[in-house]
T-cell receptor, first 112, second 112 residues
Framework: RKEVEQDPGPFNVPEGATVAFNCTYS??????FFWYRQDCRKEPKLLMS???SGNEDGRFTAQLNRASQYISLLIRDSKLSDSATYLC?????????????FGQGTILTVHP | EAQVTQNPRYLITVTGKKLTVTCSQN?????MSWYRQDPGLGLRQIYY???????DKGDVPEGYKVSRKEKRNFPLILESPSPNQTSLYFC???????????FGSGTRLTVV
């Protein structure tokens, strides 16, 4: 079983749609959780951290369920510029330098 | 500007010819790491370094070497490259306990 699993998609949605991505992780000792965004052939960039209480940044909402080892990302009112690959990322616990483990990524295409 | 700089961006080489991919960061980060990204496999960690002279293997270290003689630099060395090392490589850095990594722009390596 992979440490971090995501539905690879692709998700093809019209502008203005709401889309949700899910992710599960296998290591119950994981400490920190993130969503990264990666544009084609470019480096991953931090989109947002994910907190236990859930958190929102504009049109983006992230949720964490530690009991189910499940992370989600909701994008509301999708824009063309949201088209990218979204990476679910888990940081190992037990050390301040915890290793980041990446999911394979979910491809999102927003069309007019 | 805070950044991680990788060189070269693109490299085509022949099997067995030693090469070095350089990585430098200007943020005084203690933690640095190398990843490779392959279709269907996502980002996988090759090596990481917690500080100067402290390095350790990641998930896929075979065929690679690293060094950390200075805080800002973390070169990736392929002593005898093989075609299965054809990949997109990313260097990343972070502060201890940081919320995420800053990635370099990537190095696309082709070994023929």
């Amino acid at each position: 079983r992979k440490e971090v699993e995501q539905d690879p998609g692709p998700f093809n949605v019209p502008e203005g749609a709401t889309v949700a991505f899910n992710c599960t992780y296998s290591n119950s000792a994981s400490q920190s959780f993130f969503w990264y965004r990666q544009d084609c052939r470019k480096e991953p960039k931090l989109l947002m951290s994910v907190y236990s209480s859930g958190n929102e940044d504009g049109r983006f909402t992230a949720q964490l369920n530690r009991a189910s080892q499940y992370i989600s990302l909701l994008i509301r009112d999708s824009k063309l510029s949201d088209s990218a690959t979204y990476l679910c990322v888990v940081k190992a616990g037990g050390t301040s330098y915890g290793k980041l483990t990446f999911g394979q990524g979910t491809i999102l295409t927003v069309h007019p | 500007e805070a950044q991680v700089t990788q060189n070269p961006r693109y490299l085509i080489t022949v099997t067995g010819k030693k090469l070095t991919v350089t990585c430098s960061q200007n943020m005084n980060h203690e933690y640095m790491s190398w990843y490779r990204q392959d279709p269907g496999l996502g980002l996988r960690q090759i090596y990481y370094s917690m500080n100067v002279e402290v390095t350790d293997k990641g998930d896929v270290p075979e065929g690679y070497k690293v060094s950390r003689k200075e805080k800002r630099n973390f070169p990736l060395i392929l002593e005898s490259p093989s075609p299965n090392q054809t990949s997109l490589y990313f260097c990343a850095s972070s502060h201890p306990g940081g919320t995420g990594y800053t990635f370099g722009s990537g190095t696309r390596l082709t070994v023929v």
